[in-house]
């Protein structure tokens, strides 16, 4: 066990329970599948809180949360944000990159490892902290990257029982 995992419990402060974050990644993957994408790449705060319950107050540092069309996601994150992403998420797949890293470098290097980068890879291309230089960064990695704007919105839209309860329970 390593010194996060000694501390911090897996989504001991998630928002969501654990099968309502499985049931949205799901519906995304189909998404991704009906594109016939092989993985989408999701850098948008929003979007990765919908699927994983991570937030942060950082959430202007680059962060991607790497989606397979199936079997379980990972995360990419500053290595400040580990522990926030284990309490925040039941993601058991947690990649640091230290702020001495360049982060695209460090994703494409992944992509590459787990022998992703010759599939076919979405991004979305809407997402706030997603700039000219780091996409530049990202396609000199990993090639063309496709456009998967608008996936998880397509989720997102159409609230579950729990959502509405929620909801119903703020206002």
Avoid: H
């Avoid at 990972?74 to 990159?97: G, H, K, P, V």
């Avoid at 579950?160 to 909801?167: A, D, I, K, R």
């Amino acid at each position: 066990m390593n010194d996060v995992e000694d501390y911090v419990k897996q989504g001991s402060e998630a928002v969501f329970p654990r099968n309502e974050i499985d049931r949205r990644i799901k519906g995304v993957q189909k998404e991704i599948a009906q594109k016939e994408f092989d993985v989408l790449l999701l850098t948008g705060p929003e979007n990765i809180f919908y699927l994983t319950g991570q937030q942060t107050p950082g959430y202007y540092t680059f962060q991607c949360l790497v989606v397979p069309v199936t079997g379980e996601p990972f995360l990419l994150l500053r290595q400040l944000e580990t522990i926030n992403a284990r309490a925040n998420s039941y993601l058991e797949d947690i990649i640091a990159y230290s702020d001495s890293d360049n982060p695209g470098e460090v994703l494409a290097g992944l992509l590459t490892e787990r022998g992703i980068l010759d599939k076919r890879i979405a991004i979305d291309k809407n997402s706030w902290f997603l700039t000219v230089n780091l996409y530049d960064r990202l396609t000199q990695g990993c090639g063309e990257l496709l456009d998967g704007t608008g996936i998880v919105e397509l989720s997102r839209r159409v609230k579950s029982p729990l959502e509405l309860e929620y909801l119903e329970e703020a206002s």
